[in-house]
């Protein structure tokens, strides 16, 4: 096989959010009827205005943008000045840390541009990379893409509840053993779990004492539950030049159709992502960086009323799956996954998450799409209308009960 061919073999992304309807599911022999209710896509969040609409003032920051016409369209390659401008100050009291709107931050097309470029900016053949198992199911694939080495650190997430449960001795070894780059959501993305301050403080250390560059996926850092703490690791005692952060407004704020993400920190590492940037996007969609104008920006009591109205159904979820017998679920901290462990079934996961979308208009993630031995788990989006997602847990848990 040519090595392109391998390359692109294991970006297999058949089971990857949002591609389920590719799926074959003819061979699948279906135990009782089809249970009927409203169609639900876990895979990702519903921003229709029965769940959870965009940031009020979004569309029309947009539509100001387009006006301006040529004056926005073709801004720097790492984003219009007057925006990062603007986001610099928001994110730097965000996160406890300042940041240079000039040399220190890149608007991307999206938080998976933003990881992509990151990747490609600090990756190079044979370099050894640690990322967590699970977590995001790109960060596997990109460190293949650009020919890293995986270095797996495992994260206990059912056997712990005041941390994430993060193997901190595999981590110190990883770095003993050649790692210098270290790649992690927070919170993490299937589970839900944010790392502890003494976890975040240990990884600062760790990278200082390494000198390991870190990069974190702080995507759903806004969207905190229980009046939780949230530790940034860039407010910590670091070398500026190690450590880069990525967030967005996609998620929490439902702006995913615009396309915008952030990426903040090293000034080596932004150079690089904008060199990229340059020939692979040229920019982020120049009406779209406008409507990071409302990002942080949003009306008072907002953002609170959002974690409200998830938390709400996060927990009714957690009630639904724990009251089927073997299922095994950590509470969801912070954004809005949840990833259950289910009893043995008498088929594959894989083809369980297949009868779900065929037999019960549910889709889901599998686990294996976050680590490789995640064949008992799925991931789910909750960020739902609220009764269509209870009534789509009940079917979950029916269909459990017919394979088992």
Request: hydrophobic share 40%.
């Amino acid at each position: 096989m040519k090595l392109i061919e391998e390359k692109f073999l294991k970006l297999g992304c058949d089971n990857a959010p949002g591609q389920e309807l590719r799926q074959e599911g003819s061979n699948i022999e279906f135990i009782g009827e089809e249970l009927t209710g409203i169609p639900v896509d876990f895979s990702h969040g519903d921003v229709n205005k029965t769940s959870f609409e965009p940031t009020p003032g979004a569309l029309e920051a947009f539509v100001e943008g387009v006006h301006r016409g040529g004056e926005v369209a073709y801004t720097e390659y790492r984003g219009s000045g007057e925006i990062r401008e603007d986001i610099a100050k928001k994110l730097a009291n965000f996160t406890g840390a300042p940041i240079s709107a000039d040399q220190e931050i890149i608007i991307t097309p999206g938080t998976q541009a933003a990881l992509f470029l990151a990747m490609g900016a600090t990756v190079s053949r044979g370099d050894k990379v640690a990322i967590v198992e699970p977590d995001y199911f790109a960060n596997r694939k990109l460190v293949e893409f650009f020919d890293g080495e995986i270095v797996p650190i495992q994260m206990n997430y059912l056997a712990s509840t005041k941390d994430s449960g993060l193997d901190m001795t595999q981590l110190e070894d990883a770095f003993k053993a050649g790692v210098r780059l270290f790649l992690f959501s927070n919170p993490n993305n299937p589970v839900g779990v944010i790392y502890s301050d003494e976890e975040i403080r240990k990884i600062a250390e760790l990278a200082k004492k390494y000198d390991a560059t870190v990069i974190v996926d702080q995507l759903y850092s806004r969207l905190l539950y229980d009046s939780r703490s949230y530790t940034h690791l860039r407010a910590l005692d670091m070398h500026p030049e190690n450590i880069l952060t990525i967030m967005g407004p996609s998620k929490t704020e439902s702006l995913s159709g615009y396309r915008l993400g952030v990426a903040f920190g090293s000034k080596v590492i932004i150079d690089r992502m904008e060199k990229l940037q340059a020939i692979v996007s040229l920019r982020a969609p120049g009406y779209c960086q406008s409507v990071l104008k409302t990002w942080f920006a949003e009306p008072e009591g907002w953002m609170e009323k959002r974690i409200l109205e998830h938390q709400a159904i996060r927990d009714d979820l957690l009630v639904r799956f724990r009251a089927v017998e073997g299922v095994q679920i950590r509470t969801t901290e912070a954004g809005s996954y949840i990833f259950p462990r289910i009893p043995k079934l008498s088929i594959p996961t894989l083809d369980f998450v297949k009868i779900l979308r065929l037999q019960a208009g549910v889709i889901v993630t599998p686990g294996t799409e976050f680590a490789p031995d995640r064949t008992d788990s799925f991931r789910l989006n909750f960020s739902q209308n609220h009764e269509a997602a209870i009534a789509a847990i009940n079917r979950i848990a029916e269909l459990i009960g017919r394979y088992r």
